[in-house]
Nanobody, 122 residues
């Protein structure tokens, strides 16, 4: 059983930056792909970014390419999402998740964190 705990959310002005963290434990999480999703009020949960623990391959949603960067730290067992040039439309609850393969569909992800709120003011 993989456990995921997000942190780092908060309130930031448009154009600012935030760095989210996802601490992983339990199971063989290093054989997984780690992803970030987000869900705004009244909207579906959308893919943001993903990274493979084993080879570092990454994938991004078009809406965040060039602004967000996903990375991993094998010593700290933590995945990060560096978010720059934030926009009000980035406001959402951000979730960390684990999957067996690199993908953008939430149904492919078996384990989820509790989420962390990101609010971007205009």
């Amino acid at each position: 059983q993989v456990q995921l705990v997000e942190s780092g959310g908060g309130l930031v002005q448009a154009g600012g930056s935030l760095k989210l963290s996802c601490a992983a434990s339990g199971g063989t999480f290093r054989s997984y792909v780690m992803g970030w999703f987000r869900q705004a009020p009244g909207k579906e949960r959308d893919f943001v970014a993903a990274i493979s623990w084993s080879d570092g391959n990454t994938d991004y949603a078009d809406s965040v390419k060039g602004r967000f960067t996903i990375s991993r730290d094998g010593v700290k067992n933590t995945v990060y999402l560096q978010m720059n040039s934030l926009k009000p439309e980035d406001t959402a609850v951000y979730y960390c998740a684990a999957s067996f393969r690199l993908g953008q569909h939430q149904n492919e992800y078996a384990y989820w964190g509790q989420g962390t709120q990101v609010t971007v003011s205009s």
